[in-house]
């Protein structure tokens, strides 16, 4: 009688577990392996820095490329700071359009740098398509990938660390991390630790 209760707590866990890998599977869709085919330029060394002396929003500007075959629908993006740091805050993600292909920098979001880099009319990221094969139609008018960050504190830097991008293609969802290494910011009288 005990092996009996015992086999059908393990089928009732079971079914239990399938049911709801099942339900996941309905609401989400399959979660795609890695990065996925989309891609953002990322730095192994060597630092972009930036002083703010008014503490502004930053204005960081990224390509971004669709290697796959369907559009990828962008659901959230999030950046990651390093803890030796002040909090690192993004305040919008936005895409807009190239102005300069591979165009990437750091500079105030109101600054020229910006302009340099994307065409005006930015817009919520999230929501939005970054169609199939833009690798191939290199040039400008390329997806644009802009993070506006909350200005560092004077005394104070923060260190960007690495940009994730959770976004679909179909029913398949993925989470791409693309490590930044020294991407810093410093206000008035900051500097970054050694």
Known sequence: MLQLVKR??????ATGVAVVAAGAFLVWGPIGLGNGPLWLPTTSGGAW?????RSQPVAYV????????????IDGVVVTGSPLF?????QHALIGRSARWGCTTLGPFSGPGLATCVQPLLHHAAGDE???GTLLVVGKHDP?????????RPGQCWDLTSVVVRYHIGIKHYVGTYPQADIISCGAGGKPPN
Do not use: C, F, K, M
């Open 144 to 152: 644009t990938l802009v993070l506006e960050l909350t200005g560092p």
């Open 86 to 90: 002040a909090p690192l805050v993004l």
């Open 49 to 53: 820095s930036w002083y703010d002396l």
């Open 8 to 13: 059908q707590a393990r089928w009732l866990a």
């Open 130 to 132: 970054i169609p199939a």
């Open 62 to 73: 990224l390509s971004i490329e669709n290697h796959g075959h369907g559009a990828a629908i």
